[in-house]
């Protein structure tokens, strides 16, 4: 059961163009969401995260829009780079009877091509 | 401040055969997690340590394997008996509670890939 999905596999865009990938859950009890990156060869790297108490969080290019109601988040990085390109991972957790969140459940990923 | 390592990077091993990979979290880092990511796959919860103790374990942690971490610093993976369907990347992260590791996310090591023939 795919608890975090991400139906994309690949997207492509034009540099400086936006990107939105998105990603859908099915768990309500996720309360915390996470976007990573990951380059070949290399562990995922986090990027972006969003409480379900929030509806959007910002960081720099990237933003992160939650609607709880559709269970549906989306990530946009504008202006989109080059240096872009990578498997992006959406996350999601829950927290446990002690407050504590720290299992992640990861969506397949998509991967994103930014072309010059 | 090195990262997460994890030793080593890749594993040729032959079915039936028992492998162990060590994960070297951040020095600070007092939770340590173990995740699976396999081909198409995003990574997968094995278990979580706190300190010495290990305090969750996935479903998907058959008896075939067993992890550590002695004294709350670096932990080990050990499969026992391989099997094929072990072939996958094994990814090591860590991360401390003064972070409110969600607002910034654990530290992933770069992994281990076992490639399982």
């Known amino acids: 059961d795919q608890q975090v999905k991400q139906n994309s596999p690949s997207l492509s865009v034009q540099e400086g163009r936006i990107s939105i990938l998105n990603c859908d859950y099915t768990n309500s009890m996720f309360d915390y969401f996470l976007w990573y990156k990951k380059y070949p060869a290399e562990g995922p790297t986090f990027l972006i995260s969003?409480?379900?108490?929030?509806d959007k969080n910002e960081d720099g290019r990237f933003t992160v829009f939650l609607n709880k109601s559709a269970k549906h988040l989306s990530l946009h990085i504008v202006p989109s780079q080059p240096g872009d390109s990578a498997v992006y991972f959406c996350a999601a957790s829950r927290s446990n009877s002690g407050g504590s969140n720290y299992k992640l459940t990861f969506g397949k990923g998509t991967l994103l091509t930014v072309n010059p | 401040d090195t990262g997460v390592s994890q030793d080593p990077r890749h594993k040729i091993t032959k079915r039936g055969q028992n492998v162990t990979f060590r994960c070297d979290p951040i020095?600070?880092?007092?939770?340590l997690y173990w995740y699976r990511q396999t081909l198409g796959q995003g990574p997968e919860f094995l278990t979580y340590?706190?300190?010495?103790?290990?305090?969750?374990k996935s479903r998907l942690l058959s008896d075939r394997f067993s992890a550590e971490r002695p004294k709350g610093s670096f932990s080990t993976l050990e499969i026992q008996r391989t099997e094929q369907g072990d072939s996958a990347m094994y990814l090591c992260?860590?991360?401390?509670?003064?972070?409110?590791?969600?607002?910034?996310?654990?530290?992933f090591g770069s992994g281990t890939r076992l490639t399982v023939v």
């Open positions: 992260a860590s991360s401390s509670p003064g972070q409110e590791p969600l607002n910034y996310g654990y530290t």
């Open positions: 969003i409480s379900s108490i929030k």
């Open positions: 340590f706190q300190n010495e103790a290990q305090l969750e």
């Open positions: 020095s600070e880092h007092n939770r």
